[in-house]
């Protein structure tokens, strides 16, 4: 596509609740990277992707939080067990590489509300 | 761990002045790219200037420059000639050089430009 593109752009749900969000970057880019913006807060990394595989998960906020990526294409970040701390903004970016020149281009995010 | 602080949460600006954010950052690294992101109200972060460390030159934007002072960890983004459309939220980040694209946020500076 010509963007990164996010969806939901916004998503409400009930504590306990599992959600999906899903990520498609820019055809070709190789690199993927999911981020975390809390209210207030800057941009905290997740994890990313080279390929479908996820050398770095340290980013994870706990065990409730997954991410895997398909086709070295769609990634999709998953939480169960909603809980509120996990509100926010969840930000996807690609690159062409894992090349540290290479420039980032970010999605618009989905906006996650927990009640 | 490097570390990136933005002391200034919200800045406001006269239509067609100038202003300066500020950033200073923490590395024991030598080599490193640092970063000026815009972020409107559409969420997606915008790549507005990048420098690198190991040049001793300024990064320029057309309006948009750094002052980048290796020594003092510091680099400010100045805006000149301010528009309404510059208003948006900065933030400041950093990446090693040779590493993968992880970039590491400030807090942001949310500027205001007064028509």
């Known amino acids: 596509g010509a963007g990164v593109s996010q969806s939901p752009s916004n998503k409400v749900t009930e504590k306990g609740k599992d959600v999906e969000l899903r990520c498609d970057p820019i055809?070709?880019?190789?690199?993927l990277y999911w981020y975390r913006q809390s209210l207030g807060q800057g941009l905290e990394f997740l994890i990313y992707f080279q390929g479908n595989s996820a050398p770095d998960k340290s980013g994870l906020p706990s065990d409730r939080f997954s991410a895997e990526r398909t086709g070295g294409s769609v990634s999709t970040l998953t939480i169960q067990r909603t809980q509120q701390e996990d509100s926010a903004v969840y930000l996807c970016a690609s690159s062409l590489s894992l090349t540290s020149g290479e420039k980032l281009f970010f999605g618009s995010g989905t906006q996650l509300s927990v009640l | 761990a490097q570390t990136v602080t933005q002391s200034q949460p919200e800045m406001s600006v006269q239509e067609a002045e100038t202003v300066t954010l500020s950033c200073t950052y923490d590395?024991?690294?030598?080599?490193?790219?640092l970063f000026w992101y815009k972020q409107p109200p559409s969420r997606q972060m915008i790549l507005v200037i990048r420098?690198?460390?190991?040049?001793?030159q300024n990064a320029t934007e057309n309006r948009f420059s750094v002052n980048f002072q290796k020594a003092a960890k510091s680099f400010s983004l100045k805006i000149s000639d301010s528009q309404l459309g510059d208003a948006a939220m900065y933030f400041c980040?950093?990446?090693?050089?040779?590493?993968?694209?992880?970039?590491?946020f400030g807090t942001g500076t949310l500027l205001a430009v007064q028509p």
């Open positions: 420098q690198e460390a190991y040049k001793q």
């Open positions: 590395t024991s690294e030598s080599d490193y790219y």
């Open positions: 980040a950093y990446r090693r050089r040779g590493a993968t694209n992880k970039l590491i």
């Open positions: 055809s070709g880019h190789t690199a």
